[in-house]
């Protein structure tokens, strides 16, 4: 292929080598700082060798920094790694040279504070240990806890000689607070001593770390004794009112789960129909049983005592009253004004009376009264029987009295002639 342009290799090899020596001037200008930085690294061994175990606790360094002036704000714990290889370890204490290195091109060198690490290497041990199941909470109420099973019910702990034998039982928890259907699942173990002390910091490793557990749960059948409470339908006849109904008994057992029974306070009767009754009536009834329950004692009937009472009833007649004890010498001037005579009574047999206003006796007295207009109480001296007198309106009424005409003096018959005898 032809360039339409000449390529001049000497120049190009020369604009190459200058731009390659201009950055390393330019590098060798740049001010280069050695700093010990301001955070940790912990220190990783690697390469252990097999069948032993570093039971040291794992430590850090600070590494000392050789980087241009900008660099030193950039880098953090992330941009370095700190190790010792140990490869060729034995058991027992080791002193073993720590290796920095850094992911930050523009760090020149990285060093550790300190050049080496002594560590101690202890051969793995194995110990067997049982599994037990720590079950936490309370089961809902009405429930029954079976139980508890693991698989395996012992696993194997792995770690250093002289800290292995600290396991004394590998714990799983189960929460069943509250839980209402059986547990079966894997959980993961924990590792303790024989006082309870949690073994999670000594680096000990289980095998299987997740064993299976499962725990029964069932529903408990319960009982409850609650309240009958009377299905009535209907109306009693006119003029009656249905008093409190009596149960014999009054209150039954229910059989069933706790969540069936929590909301049960009562049991209904069958239906009771009470139309048009106007006495005691006792009738023999089964009981309805909510949803999901039933009765311990199966078909159980109770006894309803109904009873009723005649209502009582006001009624109202106008009447007129009448004047006693009226001297001779005076008159009524006017008709008195009627009455209002309120009587009550049983509903029934007030519906079945007629009143009319000659069943009553309605009466002021005016004894002692000469012509005049006065306010005399009205008494109410007769009632239908039965009947219980509520009120009279108006109290009173006024009452006219006029002088009586005189009364008129006879004018005795003129005598009877005596015949006279013929001559």
Same mark, same amino acid.
């Given at each position: 292929m032809r360039f339409p342009f000449t390529i001049d290799f000497s120049r190009a090899l020369f604009a190459l080598g200058l731009a390659v020596l201009l950055y390393f001037v330019a590098l060798s200008e740049t001010p280069f700082d050695q700093r010990q930085t301001g955070f940790s690294v912990p220190v990783q061994v690697v390469n252990v060798p097999p069948g032993l175990v570093v039971t040291t606790p794992t430590q850090s360094v600070r590494p000392w920094v050789t980087a241009p002036l900008n660099v030193f704000n950039r880098l953090g714990p992330a941009n370095f790694t700190a190790q010792v +290889? @140990?490869?060729?370890?034995? @058991? /027992?204490? =080791?002193?073993l040279p720590i290796a920095t290195t850094t992911t930050d091109p523009e760090v020149r060198s990285v060093q550790p504070d300190e050049a080496s690490l002594l560590l101690h290497f202890e051969e793995v041990r194995e110990q067997v240990v049982p599994v037990r199941v720590n079950l936490q909470g309370q089961v809902a109420q009405g429930y029954a806890l079976g139980d508890a099973s693991v698989d395996p019910p012992r696993i194997t702990v792995t770690g250093a000689a002289s800290?292995?034998?600290?396991?004394?039982? @590998?714990v799983v928890d189960v929460n069943i607070d509250h839980v209402t259907v059986s547990v079966n699942g894997a959980f993961t173990l924990r590792l303790l001593d024989d006082r309870g002390n949690d073994l999670k910091d000594l680096?000990?490793?289980?095998?299987p770390q997740s064993v299976t557990v499962q725990?029964?749960?069932t529903q408990q059948t319960l009982y409850k004794e609650v309240g009958i409470r009377p299905n009535i339908q209907g109306q009693p @006849?006119?003029?009656?009112? %249905? +008093? $409190?109904?009596?149960?014999? $008994?009054?209150t039954t057992t229910l059989v069933g789960d706790s969540a069936s029974l929590e909301a049960v306070n009562l049991v209904? =009767?069958?239906?009771? +129909?009470?139309? /048009?009754?106007?006495?005691?009536?006792?009738? =023999?009834?089964?009981?309805?049983? $909510?949803?999901?329950?039933?009765l311990l004692q199966d078909g159980q009937t109770v006894s309803v005592t109904l009873r009723v009472t005649p209502?009582?009833?006001?009624?109202?007649?106008?009447?007129? $009253?009448?004047?006693?004890? %009226?001297?001779g010498s005076v008159q009524l001037g006017r008709p008195l004004d009627l009455v209002a005579v309120t009587i009550s009574g049983p509903a029934p047999a007030l519906q079945n009376l007629t009143l009319n206003p000659g069943d009553f006796k309605v009466v002021v007295d005016a004894s002692g009264k000469g012509p005049g207009t006065y306010s005399l109480d009205v008494k109410v001296q007769q009632l239908p029987t039965g009947l219980v007198l509520q009120d009279v309106n108006p109290k009173q009424v006024q009452v006219q009295l006029a002088q009586a005409p005189p009364t008129p003096t006879p004018v005795p018959p003129p005598p009877t002639p005596t015949p006279t005898a013929p001559a």
């Open positions: +290889d @140990a490869t060729g370890a034995t @058991a /027992g204490d =080791t002193l800290l292995v034998g600290r396991a004394s039982e @590998a680096n000990l490793r289980a095998a725990v029964p749960i @006849a006119p003029g009656y009112a %249905l +008093d $409190p109904v009596e149960l014999n $008994p009054s209904d =009767t069958a239906p009771v +129909d009470i139309s /048009g009754i106007s006495s005691t009536v006792v009738r =023999t009834v089964a009981l309805a049983p $909510p949803q999901r329950t039933l209502l009582q009833m006001n009624q109202s007649v106008r009447v007129p $009253p009448s004047v006693i004890n %009226l001297s």
